[in-house]
């Protein structure tokens, strides 16, 4: 089992080089975790710095003190992958956001397709663009990364296509799509961005739109995946072919 990572603000030492991990994440590791002296653990920003630690002891319910090592800055890979998922029903957004962080994808952008039956508006909105943040935070720690998705504002129809046109590589996945997604060339390098649409389907406006944008309409496969589920399985696809998984 690989060394927990905890989220911190810093990484500031006293004189004797220990850090002391307070406030919800010392809690966790205190109260739920119970990690005691001599245990490994990784400590990071969420942004690419990390460093390994050795819990040295606790402090109450909720610091833990570690002596930390060396801190690094893990380089981002490339080519970048984006993710621009529309919303689901329920729950099923937060799936989507987990597995596509723990599979590795780079950036996750919501956005509110025509035919999504959950539109975010309001107040509402904010909660839940909030949830999917947390998710991402929470996934990114579970599957032991060290950079974390970045999840975007809730974006139009008119500022995905935008994304699309600056893309190295842009493709929407639609039924329709005669290239298929594990045969597609791709960059070696830059940003590579993927649109997966609603239960109901990317509209014919709306795959017109991104079409003139330069996205190119692939399909994944045979089968048809629900949207919480298509990104995660094109995301490893892709990830795959990139070599990032090597």
Do not use: N, Y
């Not at 002891?57 to 970048?80: M, Y």
């Not at 035919?115 to 999917?132: F, N, P, V």
């Not at 996205?215 to 298509?230: D, H």
């Amino acid at each position: 089992m690989t060394a927990p990572v905890f989220v911190v603000d810093d990484f500031a030492t006293d004189g004797s080089g220990r850090h002391v991990v307070d406030g919800p994440e010392g809690r966790h590791a205190v109260a739920v975790k119970r990690l005691r002296a001599g245990e490994a653990v990784v400590l990071t920003d969420g942004a690419g710095r990390w460093a390994e630690g050795e819990v040295d002891g606790t402090e109450g319910k909720d610091r833990l003190i570690v002596r930390l090592g060396h801190v690094v800055e893990e380089p981002e890979e490339f080519p970048r992958l984006t993710v621009v998922q529309a919303l689901p029903k329920g729950d099923r957004g937060e799936v989507a956001v987990e597995t596509m962080t723990e599979v590795g994808v780079d950036v996750i952008v919501p956005w509110s397709a025509s035919r999504c039956i959950t539109q975010w508006k309001g107040e509402r909105g904010l909660k839940s663009l909030a949830k999917w943040r947390a998710t991402a935070r929470e996934a990114g720690k579970q599957s032991r990364r060290v950079r974390f998705p970045r999840v975007a504002d809730a974006a139009t129809t008119k500022q995905v296509a935008s994304l699309l046109a600056e893309a190295d590589f842009a493709a929407v996945l639609h039924e329709s799509g005669v290239e298929p997604l594990a045969t597609a060339g791709l960059p070696a390098s830059g940003d590579v961005v993927l649109v997966v649409g609603p239960e109901g389907g990317v509209s014919p406006e709306e795959l017109a739109v991104f079409e003139g944008a330069g996205a190119r309409v692939c399909r994944l496969g045979r089968s048809v995946l629900r949207t919480s589920t298509a990104g995660t399985a094109a995301g490893a696809l892709l990830l795959g072919r990139t070599g990032r998984w090597s």
